[in-house]
């Protein structure tokens, strides 16, 4: 196993239990973290739908390789969801505080395991 295959394994770790601790930093953070209104059913629905992508993000840490169609689209997804609520921070003043939080975690997310993950494996290769 080389070096840049553990450090993914450890981002992927780190990622998958950020993932899962996003309801507590929206309460900890609501300004930088919470949608409004606060506690709204999209917010509940976002919660749920990244603390499942933790879970797999979690079980694809043990053998990355396998799981590259994941990792692709949690770099892309979290690419879009950053740059969307970037623009929507940007355009409401209200949610400014996401400029400072859950947006600059997503683009960093999308940046670091692109980074990590191998480009000479393409997923779903037969």
Same mark, same amino acid.
């Given at each position: 196993?080389?070096? !840049?295959? !553990?450090?993914?394994?450890?981002?992927?770790?780190?990622?998958?239990?950020? %993932?899962?601790?996003?309801?507590?930093?929206?309460?900890? $953070?609501?300004? *930088?973290?919470?949608?409004?209104?606060? #506690? &709204?059913? &999209?917010?509940?629905?976002? /919660?749920? /739908?990244?603390?499942?992508?933790?879970? %797999?993000?979690?079980?694809?840490?043990?053998?990355?390789?396998? #799981?590259?169609?994941?990792? $692709?689209?949690?770099?892309?997804?979290?690419? /879009? #969801?950053? +740059?969307?609520?970037?623009?929507?921070?940007?355009?409401? &003043?209200?949610? !400014? *505080? #996401?400029?400072?939080?859950?947006?600059?975690? +997503?683009?960093?997310?999308?940046?670091?395991?692109?980074?990590?993950?191998?480009?000479?494996?393409?997923?779903?290769?037969?």
């Amino acid at each position: 196993m080389n070096e !840049r295959h !553990r450090y993914l394994q450890i981002a992927l770790v780190v990622v998958g239990i950020a %993932f899962l601790l996003i309801y507590p930093l929206i309460e900890i $953070w609501p300004s *930088g973290w919470g949608w409004q209104p606060e #506690h &709204s059913k &999209s917010e509940q629905m976002v /919660v749920g /739908v990244y603390a499942t992508l933790g879970v %797999f993000l979690l079980g694809a840490a043990r053998k990355p390789e396998l #799981h590259l169609s994941l990792i $692709w689209f949690t770099v892309w997804s979290s690419a /879009v #969801h950053g +740059l969307i609520m970037a623009v929507q921070a940007v355009t409401d &003043s209200a949610e !400014r *505080g #996401h400029l400072f939080g859950d947006v600059p975690a +997503l683009i960093l997310v999308a940046i670091v395991l692109a980074l990590l993950t191998p480009r000479d494996m393409v997923p779903m290769q037969e």
